[in-house]
């Protein structure tokens, strides 16, 4: 079946800009997962969602970040003014929210890229 | 809470040579280990994964890891690696939950 997909694969925005990222998880995944991926930092957690609602939203760095999902499947990051610092690839992922191991099923992400 | 350290950021290695790749962990309760591999310009793969019972777990590409818990590890081993095995790979551990916390992760260069 389909995998987790993102779109745009690139976005080159100009600074204090707002981008929107979108994600369409896994078929009947529940569970939805945004991250961040900085060279050389490794994954950033940003937010989970559990159905349409967000039980953890630790990660977002700055109030510029939010995120919605609707009908349990769809989901959008969005960053508002956006700065340079805000550059890198940002991935989702999804997976069944059951068993204990709630693998993660990664997109293939957007590299964002603020000048 | 958790974390995993991945010491070494890039390892180049011949062809048909073998490699680890080094894991190690910090949680105070029990922990779910993962390997993801990540090629060029893709998302991340789940590669292996250890949740319960033999403490070594296989992919299908020829990795193998083993939980050491005494040693707080969860090493990525192949015995020979190919050119095509050039990725960055993540560690990451779970304490069951939704959070999944990565490593920094480590640059596979295999080398003709």
């Known amino acids: 079946g389909a995998g987790v997909s993102q779109s745009p694969s690139n976005k080159v925005t100009e600074k204090g800009k707002d981008v929107e990222l979108r994600c369409d998880p896994i078929s009947g995944h529940t569970a939805l997962y945004w991250y961040r991926q900085s060279l050389g930092q490794g994954l950033e957690f940003l937010i989970y969602f559990q159905g349409n609602s967000a039980p953890d939203k630790s990660g977002l760095p700055s109030d510029r970040f939010s995120a919605e999902r609707t009908g349990g499947s769809v989901s959008t990051l969005t960053i508002q003014r956006t700065q340079q610092e805000d550059s890198a690839v940002y991935l989702c992922a999804s997976s069944l929210a059951r068993g204990h191991s709630y693998e993660q099923y990664f997109g293939p992400g957007t590299r964002l890229t603020v000048t | 809470a958790q974390s995993v350290t991945q010491l070494d950021s890039q390892v180049p290695v011949f062809e048909e040579a073998p490699v680890e790749l080094r894991c190690n962990y910090s949680?105070?309760?029990?922990?779910?280990l993962f390997w993801y591999v990540q090629y060029p310009n893709q998302g991340l793969q789940l590669l292996l994964k250890?949740?319960?019972?033999?403490?070594l777990v296989k992919s299908i590409n020829g990795f193998e890891a083993e939980f050491n818990k005494s040693q707080t590890s969860f090493h990525l081993r192949k015995p020979s690696v190919h050119i095509s095995d050039t990725a960055e790979y993540f560690c990451?551990?779970?304490?069951?939950?939704?959070?999944?916390?990565f490593g920094t992760g480590t640059r596979l260069k295999v080398l003709a």
């Open positions: 250890y949740l319960s019972g033999s403490t």
């Open positions: 949680s105070s309760v029990s922990v779910y």
């Open positions: 990451a551990v779970s304490a069951g939950t939704y959070k999944y916390i």
